[in-house]
């Protein structure tokens, strides 16, 4: 069957990196600043090692910096617009304060040129250094007022603690004010000691469970009942969420201290969050949906990495929603988390 | 609407506690041997204390020790048999091997003498110290042929090595060897440090999370290609497994590493997995049902804590199940893996 994508899809989960860092011109040896050395051809494009604490962390290509590459792999991908964001192990929250600082300011401006020469076909997402809340929240105003970019990507734990914690209010609090969308992304999971087998399973097992303890904990945390306005999306499906969800629920109508703690239902709060589809997987898509509802859930891709989703479109229609439910996951669920006056 | 069970349901996740734990006689303290102190009397019902550490660790009453009391509610849930194994916390993987064995070997005749006053009603699981091969593998050839247990309850990892670790092997030859099936619960979890709320956030949230990582240990670490006879189950329906298996499906195509290290897909290889029914909804169940099958699907309750499911056979039903997978799923599954020759 061939299968002919409107190209009107909105991917919430694509991810950027620089072909070149800055020298780093901080005084901490050693020091997980990034760098890019020069890495073979493959496929006709040209590739860069991305360098941290003196190894691979990972072999990119150009896809990952270039806006007219990215842009010419769109309507293959049944999509019209991608929002971009650093990949995570760029988000710095481990370094000094002094030193995260303006490599984040980097990253952003860096996201933002790519975006302007876009023609409105890339959105960007900022990175803000959780390590300090006011800077973090300085750095918001700053890469959204003035670098235009459409919202802000976070780790699912900042150096260990969970996003729940109420230790990022004032963080939450200024997305709000901004009015714009916070896009959570898997990093440094939890788990790892339970892993057994290859590297990559950081990626393949310990990312989900991690964003799924950070969407828990958003809802056990009261979150989105001290800040009900704040728009807030998980990467990889939310993860295991979709699994702890009913659990919790139940967990929720048994035990007086979690009723006490969570004023309204699990299951209501989770129905106010976004999540990415990227799950892989037509069963795990549709349970997604009778989980969460289909309300809250939009295109993710994690492109342009080895592990993307290459037809997301096409992975909606085989999951068999209805139309308006596939146009709700393909760009209207995406309109309304990014904010509809940016449309 | 009143639902008449057909009582012919095999519950294999149920706890037993004793109402006395004999006095400690090592020499390490602090110590976290445990013990009973008296509870006040609720719903007509004597309650015990379960002591650790000088906390209270969980109030249970007596239906934990009682084999009369658990009998009288096999009817009304729908049950015909009960498998019983020790309150995970009890498994003492985390005594000095002097103390866990004298412990371990109380509980195994504790339980054992349960099992003997039910007329063929409750199936008993054994408990072996994992901390050390050579006595564990003693212990289940004693729990099994001396006392008459029909398997061995482990916890999800070993204090913190999961329990794909290849370390474990000796223990898994020997289950083969007898022919008794595994089953794993959720146990001293990883996840801990990313909860925001209250204490059973453990239990709702970490315990899941534990009981995924330890099944997806099992696929990537290749315990069922060394073992291919194995018969192992998890609790809390895998926990969150069923989220991460259509990932680790999906990396296994992606990433040669995966490939190599793991001869088969981790979709079949879950698929020789048993699972307990344990997740409160269904939805759920539907979802379990359709990434593991419904062959390895088996009820399970919690019984006799506060957060047990109550009406196991009615959630299998309102899943809508067909009467064939629902009689699998009700008693079909467990004899398969308890083994038919106890039947």
């Known amino acids: 069957m061939s299968f002919s994508p409107c190209a009107c899809g909105i991917d919430v989960h694509a991810h950027v990196v620089p072909e070149h860092f800055p020298a780093y011109l901080g005084r901490t040896v050693p020091n997980p600043w990034p760098s890019t050395t020069a890495a073979p051809d493959s496929n006709g494009l040209c590739h860069r090692h991305v360098m941290v604490n003196g190894k691979n962390y990972r072999t990119v290509s150009e896809k990952s910096w270039s806006a007219t590459r990215r842009i010419a792999d769109l309507p293959e991908m049944g999509l019209e617009k991608q929002v971009i964001s650093p990949m995570p192990e760029l988000l710095s929250y481990w370094l000094p304060l002094n030193d995260a600082q303006p490599l984040i300011r980097f990253l952003n401006e860096y996201t933002a040129e790519i975006c302007d020469k876009s023609e409105g076909k890339l959105l960007g997402l900022a990175a803000v250094p959780l390590q300090d809340m006011d800077t973090a929240v ?139 589809t990227l799950v892989f997987d037509p069963a795990a898509l549709k349970y997604l949906a009778s989980i969460f509802g289909t309300q809250g859930l939009m295109l993710g891709t994690d492109y342009p990495f080895n592990f993307h989703e290459r037809r997301p479109v096409e992975r909606l229609v085989s999951a068999g929603f209805d139309p308006v439910t596939c146009d709700a996951l393909t760009f209207g669920n995406a309109r309304r988390f990014l904010g509809n006056s940016i449309f």
Request: a negative charge; aromatic letters at 8%; glycine letters at 10%.
């Open 138 to 276: 300085a750095e918001l105003h700053y890469a959204v007022n003035q670098l235009g970019l459409a919202g802000v990507e976070i780790g699912s734990n900042i150096n260990g603690t969970t996003i729940g914690d109420s230790r990022f209010d004032p963080f939450f609090a200024a997305c709000v004010e901004l009015d714009v969308p916070v896009f959570v992304h898997a990093i440094k999971p939890a788990g790892m000691d339970r892993l057994v087998g290859p590297a990559p399973l950081q990626q393949v097992l310990a990312y989900p469970t991690d964003v799924g303890l950070a969407a828990a904990s958003v809802i056990t945390g009261g979150l989105l009942i001290r800040y009900p306005k704040l728009r807030i999306a998980f990467s990889h499906g939310g993860g295991t969420l979709a699994m702890l969800l009913p659990r919790l629920q139940q967990g929720w109508t048994v035990f007086p201290a979690l009723a006490e703690s969570i004023p309204e239902s699990p299951a209501e709060l989770s129905k106010k969050m976004f999540f990415d």
